[in-house]
């Protein structure tokens, strides 16, 4: 499974959102209806599924799908 | 079937005093109890004790100000257990005297133990609590920390502090049904209190209305109910139990 799949996949677990609202453009909190402890166990999940650490202040950028699949993408080439 | 049975329940500062008590009536209920503290000896000593009750209990040593080595900890028990149900900040310290002698590094260490301490493992806990939906926190306060005390100004900042820490956490993790409330110890016999000239605790003792010292087991009590399902509606909420000491 590649990246983009993984991370879809688990989005769609962790908010409870239908695929097809998982859009590269769409924000956690105001398309996927995410509060901020959601996003927080969104990362969470990230750093497990794929064993990294994501710092604060990274994952303070990470507030759409697409933002979050580029940076998974470079950490783990 | 036991009031907690099959709980996984972590208590700070265990070894001896009212944190050993909490953890000796927990695993009566039922619970596992994972005693956290900084001496090896005095944790399996504790360990045994309850272990030779034939209840359940296991030991780890730990600051809780350092947030790598709690951080490591509550990953290893969420391993072995699959969760973690409860989770008590009692440890604690004092470090008395007037503030205007007070030194500063006897400020930081009080408020480090007590404070961060309980920061510390509330945020590590959380991790565990908030990916099962539920939880129970309980954060060893102080009458103290609701009145101020000549001489503790640190302990009483600090006991304050987790007063607010226990409302504001609250209400962050109300949604992930996680409860969190803060008890407030009056007076306690204990080796703590046990330091204290006997004129002091004479002093004491005429200002309690029911005009005695609390048991640790007093405080272990109402650790059970908080922590169980009787409780489920209580979050946020600082219990006192004094004697009618400050009302
Ligand atoms: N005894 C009382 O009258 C009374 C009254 C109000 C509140 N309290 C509170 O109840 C709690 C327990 O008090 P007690 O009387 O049983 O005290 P105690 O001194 O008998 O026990 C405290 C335990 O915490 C441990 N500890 C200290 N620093 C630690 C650290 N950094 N990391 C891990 N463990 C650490 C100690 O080793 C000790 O075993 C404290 O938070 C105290 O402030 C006690």
């Given at each position: 499974m590649d990246?983009?799949?993984k991370v879809t996949n688990l989005i769609v677990e962790e908010l409870g959102v239908e695929i097809g609202e998982v859009t590269l453009e769409a924000s956690f909190i105001e398309d996927l209806g995410a509060d901020s402890l959601?996003?927080?166990?969104?990362?969470?999940?990230?750093?497990?599924?794929?064993?990294?650490?994501?710092?604060?202040?990274?994952?303070?950028?990470l507030t759409t799908v697409g933002k979050a699949i580029e940076y998974l993408e470079k950490q783990l080439s | 079937m036991k009031r907690l049975e099959d709980k996984v329940a972590i208590i700070t500062g265990a070894a001896r005093g009212i944190g050993f008590s909490i953890a000796e009536m927990l695993s009566k209920h039922g619970a596992t109890s994972i005693i956290i503290d900084l001496n090896k000896?005095?944790?399996?000593?504790?360990?045994?004790?309850?272990?030779?009750?034939?209840?359940?209990?296991?030991g780890f040593i730990a600051d809780v100000t350092n947030s790598d080595e709690v951080a490591s900890i509550f990953k290893e028990i969420h391993k072995k257990f699959g969760k973690i149900d409860i989770l008590i900040n009692n440890a604690g310290i004092t470090k008395d005297g007037l503030l205007m002698k007070m030194k500063e590094s006897d400020w930081d260490a009080v408020m480090n133990v007590n404070l961060k301490g309980t920061f510390i493992c509330t945020q590590k806990v959380c991790r565990y609590m908030?990916?099962?939906?539920?939880?129970v926190i309980l954060n060893i306060a102080s009458v103290v920390g609701i009145m101020g005390n000549a001489g503790q100004a640190n302990y009483a900042a600090s006991k304050g502090g987790i007063i607010?820490?226990?409302?504001?956490?609250?209400?962050?993790?109300?949604?992930?049904n996680i409860r969190v409330n803060a008890i407030a110890p009056g007076f306690i016999?204990?080796?703590?209190?046990?330091?204290?000239?006997?004129?002091?605790?004479?002093?004491?003792s005429d200002a309690i209305p029911l005009s005695r010292m609390g048991t640790a087991k007093d405080?272990?009590?109402?650790?059970?109910?908080l922590a169980s399902e009787e409780a489920s509606y209580i979050t946020g909420q600082t219990i006192q139990v004094d004697g009618g000491l400050i009302m």
């Open positions: 990246i983009k799949t959601d996003t927080v166990e969104l990362i969470m999940k990230f750093e497990e599924e794929f064993d990294i650490d994501i710092a604060d202040d990274d994952a303070e950028g | 000896e005095a944790v399996d000593a504790a360990v045994q004790q309850i272990d030779d009750l034939g209840n359940r209990a296991i908030m990916k099962s939906r539920s939880g607010a820490l226990t409302k504001s956490s609250a209400k962050e993790f109300a949604s992930r016999k204990t080796e703590m209190t046990d330091k204290l000239p006997q004129e002091v605790i004479d002093n004491y405080i272990a009590n109402l650790c059970i109910f």
